[in-house]
């Protein structure tokens, strides 16, 4: 897999949406996956990165299994007075991804608390949790800490996928994983689909 430039033959046309509680690296995960050909510039621009108001938008263009599949990154804003606003970005996506920080509680809670109203709005989008800052220092006490098997005894009740990423992983095999891991299952989908028509 690699990320190319912005191109206006492709063969298929996905929309991704990030999701989950403020700080937990959403926007990062945009900015990591925008500039993934240029890790020292991420690295130049991570201290500027802001939280998201509302909604941004950025297109991803990605050569895979020999196909261009141009990607429209949806990264929303964790601030509950956007909530809105934001589950309508739900509708047509292909794939949501679920963020919580490694090492905070609260923001995995916030995923399982707002599933259903995920699933309400969008029950065929391919939903991957997203446990971020996996290589973050972990506080003193392991206060908030979630277990992985908390996590994925979470993910199998809802058939949701669960991978570990961070940002600031050099090589970005992390983020690599999880872009082949949603396109895998899209394609795997839609072949399905083929075949029961």
């Known amino acids: 897999m690699e990320f190319i430039e912005n191109l206006k033959e492709y063969n298929y046309l996905y929309k991704f ?6 700080q937990t690296g ?7 996956l925008k500039l993934y050909n240029d890790y020292s510039k991420f690295i130049d621009i991570k201290e500027k990165i802001r939280y998201t108001t509302g ?11 020999n196909k261009i599949i141009k990607t429209q990154l949806w990264d929303t804003s ?3 007075i956007y909530e809105s606003i934001i589950t309508r970005y739900f509708k047509g996506t292909q794939a ?5 920080d490694a090492y905070e509680r609260d923001s995995f809670n916030y995923i399982k608390n707002k599933f259903s109203q995920i699933k309400q709005t969008n029950n065929k989008a391919i939903c991957v949790l997203i446990r971020n800052k996996y290589d973050s220092k972990i ?5 908030n800490i979630v277990s992985d098997e908390e996590v994925l005894e979470f993910a199998d009740k809802n058939n949701l996928f669960f991978q570990h990423i961070s940002c600031f992983e050099k090589n970005g095999n992390g983020i690599i994983n999880l872009i082949e891991l ?6 795997d989908k839609e072949e399905n689909n083929n075949k029961n028509k």
Do not use: M, Q, W
């Not at 949406?17 to 403020?22: L, R, T």
């Not at 506080?139 to 206060?143: G, L, P, T």
């Open 17 to 22: 949406a990030i999701y989950g509680k403020s």
């Open 26 to 32: 959403k926007t990062h995960l945009a900015n990591r």
């Open 55 to 65: 909604i941004d938008f950025t297109i991803l263009c990605i050569r895979y299994k």
């Open 78 to 80: 964790g601030v509950p």
């Open 96 to 100: 949501i991804l679920l963020c919580y």
């Open 139 to 143: 506080n003193e006490n392991n206060v």
């Open 182 to 187: 949603i396109l895998d299952k899209i394609f």
